[in-house]
């Protein structure tokens, strides 16, 4: 149990497109999703908190018109990269946590090349 | 906010011997202790969890200890196989999961040379 997919798992757009990453909760309803960014060889930095049918938490310095959440059903979560540049290429991960825990799981990462 | 420090940040230790990777965490509220293993490019896995009502959890070759006086908890590899070779990270969170979920160290990279 607790899968948890992303959708898709590699992109290359050209700079100025629009990205939508998909998270989706498949045996769980995920009241919770979570979006990191991580960089090589480094941690994983929490870019959003996102509830079920509430407005994105973003963390400090992380521009909310850039990096669009939905989080509209609890099993489905989408982070869209407006106006994408090369500085933003990343891998993208998701994780997703139910009501009242504390265990998150992961979604297999995006990883994003913008030329 | 909570703030986890992670020691080693590389560890290379020989097959068969065991590997030690420390944390440290500042919120006294945080009782829940998480440990994930990220292979190159893949997503994170969570392998033992552990929460404040304990001091140890063991499952097979890998154990966690806490001490909650000290505010430090560790993970520990018996045994190692070419297999454990991967980024370990520790994470904390309050009860129920906190507004912002999971609080992660900094990852140690642990190499198991053959």
């Known amino acids: 149990g607790a899968v948890v997919s992303q959708h898709p798992s590699r992109v290359i757009c050209k700079s100025g497109t629009s990205v939508k990453i998909e998270c989706r909760s498949l045996?769980?309803?995920?009241?919770?999703m979570f979006w990191y960014r991580q960089f090589p060889k480094k941690s994983l930095m929490l870019m959003a908190t996102?509830?079920?049918?509430?407005?994105?938490?973003?963390e400090q310095g992380v521009e909310k018109d850039k990096f669009l959440i939905n989080h509209a059903s609890l099993t489905l979560s989408t982070l869209t990269v407006t106006s994408a540049h090369p500085e933003d290429s990343s891998f993208y991960i998701c994780?997703?946590?139910?009501?009242?825990?504390?265990?998150?799981?992961f979604g297999p990462g995006t990883r994003l090349l913008v030329l | 906010g909570e703030n986890v420090e992670q020691h080693p940040s590389t560890l290379s230790v020989q097959e068969g011997d065991s590997a030690v990777i420390k944390c440290t965490y500042s919120?006294?509220?945080?009782?829940?202790f998480p440990w994930y293993k990220q292979e190159l490019g893949k997503r994170p896995q969570l392998i033992i969890d552990?929460?404040?009502?304990?001091g140890e959890k063991k499952d097979q070759r890998i154990a966690v200890t806490l001490n909650k006086t000290a505010k430090h908890f560790s993970l520990h590899i018996t045994e190692t196989q070419p297999e454990d070779s991967a980024v370990y990270f520790c994470?904390?969170?309050?009860?129920?999961?906190?507004?912002?979920?999971?609080?992660f160290g900094k990852g140690t990279h642990l190499i198991i040379q053959p």
């Open positions: 045996d769980f309803q995920a009241t919770t």
């Open positions: 994470a904390a969170s309050l009860p129920g999961g906190g507004a912002d979920g999971l609080t």
């Open positions: 994780s997703a946590r139910g009501q009242g825990a504390e265990t998150q799981y």
């Open positions: 996102s509830n079920e049918g509430s407005k994105a938490t973003y």
């Open positions: 552990i929460r404040s009502n304990v």
């Open positions: 919120d006294s509220a945080s009782n829940y």
